[in-house]
């Protein structure tokens, strides 16, 4: 059983920023891939950022120069810095870790950017 649980989202004005965090706890072995995706309302999940074990790192075209994605192998913890935030960005986000045992999901954090 792996379980991620997710910290850092909340309410935001446009411009601002947020660092969202992801840590993976329990029967975890080696996690390959850890990401994040997000929901907005009405629309399909994707995804934001994704990075693998060896440091490299996919973003949705949207978040270009504006989103980092990080990992801390050790502490098994993915972190998306989030800046110049846009009410476009308003969504639930989730984080995603892939292990031998397939895809796990956090439960999500809500992210909302106001005008």
């Known amino acids: 059983q792996v379980q991620l649980v997710e910290s850092g989202g909340g309410l935001v004005q446009a411009g601002g920023s947020l660092r969202l965090s992801c840590t993976a706890a329990g029967s975890i072995g080696s996690i390959n891939f850890m990401g994040w995706y997000r929901q907005a309302p009405g629309k399909q999940r994707v995804l934001v950022a994704v990075?693998?074990?060896?440091?490299?790192?996919h973003y949705a075209n949207s978040v270009l120069g504006r989103f980092t994605i990080s990992r801390d192998n050790a502490k098994n913890t993915a972190y998306l810095q989030m800046n110049s935030l846009q009410p476009d960005d308003t969504a639930v986000y989730y984080c995603?870790?892939?292990?031998?045992?397939?895809?796990?999901w956090g439960q999500g954090t809500q992210v909302t950017v106001s005008t």
């Open positions: 995603n870790a892939h292990t031998a045992s397939g895809p796990h």
């Open positions: 990075m693998a074990t060896d440091g490299s790192a």
